[in-house]
């Protein structure tokens, strides 16, 4: 078992939990090992199969220098290559969620919030952005023990940065 109860996990497209349990149970007739995980910012409990953990991008809530590293990337310049078409933008965005990775959600974010400055996003993406949004806070507030109004506020001071530089970039290109 890569986690016991009282473990900080990370759920791509679900959320940041605590294993509450391990528990064996009878699915379809064949019995496996589940995970019982509790989701922290809406109270759900999901059951996850232990053999598919891996394969379901679960993972244990990253290390502070990678915390310092994720909130750089709202910093950065924007992704080239963000397609015009926002439902080949909106695929790839789902996809850089379900990795897990906290620097794929990291760029999502920064990548809607700097597009959402030039153009209005399709209601698909405004979900999205909350969604990974929601994901990088709870994980980063998880790491640091601190409250989400200030890991909120550290998120808005990144991303409004990463736009300044955005607009000087455009301005100094025009």
Known sequence: MRFAPG?????????VGCVERLEKREVLG?????????????DMTVMIPV????ELGLRGIVGKKDVDLALDILVKKCNAGMD??????FNMNKDKIRTGSI???????RNLFQR????????????????AYQLL?????????????????MIAEKLEEG????ARRKKKTT
């Open 7 to 15: 473990d900080k996990v990370v759920y791509p497209l679900h959320g």
């Open 30 to 42: 064949n019995e496996q090992m589940y995970y019982i995980i509790r989701i922290a910012s809406d």
């Open 51 to 54: 053999e598919r953990s891996d």
């Open 84 to 89: 015009d078409d926002w439902k080949a933008r």
């Open 103 to 109: 620097f794929e959600v990291s760029e999502v974010v």
């Open 116 to 131: 959402s400055k030039d153009k209005e996003l399709s209601s698909s993406e405004k979900k999205l952005y909350e969604s």
């Open 137 to 153: 806070v709870d994980e980063i507030s998880l790491r640091l023990e601190s409250e989400r109004s200030v890991v909120e506020d």
């Open 163 to 166: 736009q300044k530089r955005a």
